[in-house]
């Protein structure tokens, strides 16, 4: 396994990543967006890859606190490819997105994962990980 920085030339293994997260999308649109990203000195993206494929990626943006000193990380997509999980993929993305978050100098980590009952695995996964469950978060469209 391997884990590396995700480049444009990634687009169409993130594209079906992202699908997979459950947000349907395009190679064109997720390359307008991807191209936002890399634009970003504030984000960083990973991409896990096995026997050669690339099957995770793990999105992550550097956010200030309004009520203290300093800056943390914020997880905004993990996903492993659904034929292979359970292989230690997702915990080497998590373990390599601690790790830059520490080298920048985060005071802390955190990400929101959905309440769907599909996810149940994935809460089971961020808890065994040192993960604590601490809010509930809302949001509205906009448009």
Known sequence: MEIREATVNDIEELTSL???LGYPSTI?????????????PDYHTLLASYDGKIVGMIGMVKGYYYEMDGFYVRIVALV???NYRSKGI?????????????????????LNSGSRPERENAHRFYKNMGY???????AKNLI
């Open 18 to 20: 992202i699908e997979q």
């Open 28 to 40: 064109e649109n997720m390359k307008t967006r991807f191209s936002n990203i890399e634009s970003s």
């Open 90 to 110: 997702g915990k080497k993305l998590l373990e390599n997105a601690e790790s830059w978050a520490r080298k920048i100098g985060a005071t802390g980590i955190g």
């Open 80 to 82: 492993v490819d659904s």
């Open 132 to 138: 604590v469950e601490k809010s509930i978060g809302f």
